[in-house]
């Protein structure tokens, strides 16, 4: 067996290992029609697995003790098979046959699943069970399954379980550097943010976690206020120090919340009551920049800056739900109103949007175009080189927007694991219309297609109107 830990030709896998031939017998054999492959790997497998069980020809003990006072747990194993994939267990067995290895319980209970994974390649694992395997695998110096348990809780965030685990795991990523794990667990609370305000997993959530996700645009949620509830809950449990307390405070855009919510969170607040001086600036603005003009307040003030600029609001005043049934069959259009902008000055003003959606947009570089042949045909396009399309425009003359811009976003939702979550966010600017690659890898003519739920497209659009001057007054 190589120095990888696999026998040539192995593919490693969530099951028993496949395998196949190196490709030098592959050329080989090709050319010869009485070639054929002699496969007995799983039976191979299935005898190491029966070597582990029975320790026979053992040379070497593993004691796993949970605690000092605790029963050990005897392995009786090979060191040729342990240092084939852990360089840690070979430098560890070479002048010693008897080893206590001392190991949180959560990891010694996954111990004898830890040594079956060195002997046979493969591993089944629970939610509970990826941090603890994880850290066995980097302990001991297994990358490969390492790689794997970090590939499986990517692929698990979206898992129903009672007490949550996307916040621990993200903890974890952290604690151990793992930046890519942290990033995708970051994005998965970020884009399904309102469910895990309503969970178990929401008390569990660090300071630190709290303000990376404060620092957000891309937050879905309900309204900016449904964000403050949330946050006050949080503080009322975690009595943090006052000036993370404060800080915390201070990351919530008071200005997308309307001046009648403002108003009852100053009287019956009381996270508010607490630290009103640290945060008497931002309500002082958020009020201002709802009774004045949005063009006059930005000569005052800097309104390009995250304090207001909306996050992903769901509230029907920032977008519309659009359930597109059977989305391969034909092109679509619906419309929707957005209020011009989150300022009270203009809550009265609406923008109509007109939405297109197509199924199977042809770019023209793919478009029918006549023959030079004799009979001069049209050459078809094939269905499935076009690709979805969708074009968001407003109704309204863009003379009428003076001082505000739009960002769109565009939301995908998925059923997995049988909740409904978000898959995709697609953002473009009011300077185009469309929404580029869109869809670009879905397959919509595949009723199973992870995109759709019972054959339909869910998607949620959010206008988010973005301030600037147009004009800078002296201070």
């Known amino acids: 067996m190589p120095s990888g830990g696999r026998w040539p030709g192995c593919v490693a896998g969530p099951t028993l290992g496949r395998c196949r031939l190196p490709a030098a017998q592959r050329a080989e054999l090709s050319g010869d029609a009485t070639a054929a492959t002699i496969n007995h790997s799983l039976t191979l497998l299935q005898r190491l697995q029966e070597l582990l069980q029975s320790g026979n020809g053992s040379d070497a003990v593993l004691q796993v003790r949970a605690a000092?006072?605790?029963?050990?747990?005897?392995?009786?194993?090979?060191?040729?098979?342990?240092?084939?994939?852990?360089?840690?267990?070979?430098?560890?067995?070479?002048?010693?046959?008897?080893?206590?290895?001392?190991?949180?319980?959560?990891?010694?209970?996954?111990?004898?699943?830890?040594?079956?994974?060195?002997?046979?390649?493969?591993?089944?694992?629970?939610?509970?069970?990826?941090?603890?395997?994880?850290?066995?695998?980097?302990?001991?110096?297994?990358?490969?399954?390492?790689?794997?348990?970090?590939?499986?809780?990517?692929?698990?965030?979206?898992?129903?379980?009672?007490?949550?685990?996307?916040?621990?795991?993200?903890?974890?990523?952290?604690?151990?550097?793992?930046?890519?794990?942290?990033?995708?667990?970051?994005?998965?609370?970020?884009?399904?943010?309102?469910?895990?305000?309503?969970?178990?997993?929401?008390?569990?959530?660090?300071?630190?976690?709290?303000?990376?996700?404060?620092?957000?645009?891309?937050?879905?949620?309900?309204?900016?206020?449904?964000?403050?509830?949330?946050?006050?809950?949080?503080?009322?449990?975690?009595?943090?120090?006052?000036?993370?307390?404060?800080?915390?405070?201070?990351?919530?855009?008071?200005?997308?919340?309307a001046p009648a919510q403002l108003f009852r969170l100053q009287a019956q607040s009381a996270a508010l009551a607490r630290h009103r001086a640290a945060v008497h600036d931002l309500l002082f603005q958020a009020f201002q920049f709802h009774a004045a003009s949005p063009l006059h307040f930005a000569k005052y003030f800097d309104v390009n800056?995250?304090?207001?600029?909306?996050?992903?609001?769901?509230?029907?005043?920032?977008?519309?739900?659009?359930?597109?049934?059977?989305?391969?069959?034909?092109?679509?259009?619906?419309?929707f109103q957005t209020q011009l902008g989150p300022s009270s000055h203009d809550a009265g003003k609406r923008v109509t949007w007109n939405v297109l959606f197509s199924p199977r947009w042809l770019p023209v570089s793919l478009r029918p175009v006549y023959s030079d042949s004799v009979s001069g045909a049209l050459q078809p396009a094939r269905i499935e080189d076009g690709r979805p399309r969708l074009v968001i425009t407003p109704a309204t003359s863009s003379s009428d927007f003076a001082g505000v811009s739009f960002q769109k976003t565009v939301l995908v939702g998925v059923r997995q694991q049988g909740r409904l979550l978000l898959k995709h966010a697609y953002s473009f600017h009011q300077s185009s219309d469309e929404v580029p690659d869109f869809l670009a890898h879905a397959d919509l003519q595949r009723r199973t297609s992870e995109y759709l739920i019972d054959n339909a497209l869910h998607l949620h659009i959010i206008v988010k109107p973005v301030y600037h001057a147009l004009i800078k007054a002296k201070k």
């Open 68 to 257: 000092p006072a605790a029963d050990a747990k005897v392995f009786h194993v090979h060191q040729l098979l342990l240092g084939l994939q852990s360089d840690v267990f070979e430098g560890l067995l070479r002048n010693q046959s008897v080893l206590t290895l001392h190991e949180p319980p959560e990891s010694a209970a996954l111990f004898d699943k830890f040594i079956r994974y060195l002997y046979c390649g493969g591993v089944s694992i629970l939610l509970h069970q990826a941090i603890p395997m994880h850290q066995l695998a980097t302990k001991y110096g297994v990358r490969a399954l390492q790689r794997g348990v970090a590939d499986y809780m990517r692929s698990h965030l979206a898992s129903e379980s009672s007490q949550g685990h996307v916040v621990g795991w993200y903890q974890y990523a952290a604690r151990v550097g793992d930046r890519v794990l942290q990033e995708s667990c970051l994005q998965f609370l970020a884009w399904n943010l309102s469910a895990v305000l309503a969970s178990a997993e929401w008390a569990s959530v660090s300071a630190e976690l709290l303000l990376l996700l404060l620092e957000r645009s891309d937050l879905v949620l309900h309204s900016e206020l449904e964000l403050y509830t949330a946050v006050e809950g949080w503080l009322g449990r975690q009595q943090p120090e006052a000036a993370v307390a404060e800080r915390v405070l201070r990351a919530i855009r008071y200005p997308m919340i």
């Open 305 to 335: 800056c995250s304090m207001f600029l909306p996050r992903n609001y769901l509230a029907p005043a920032w977008g519309a739900q659009w359930v597109i049934n059977n989305p391969a069959r034909d092109d679509r259009s619906t419309s």
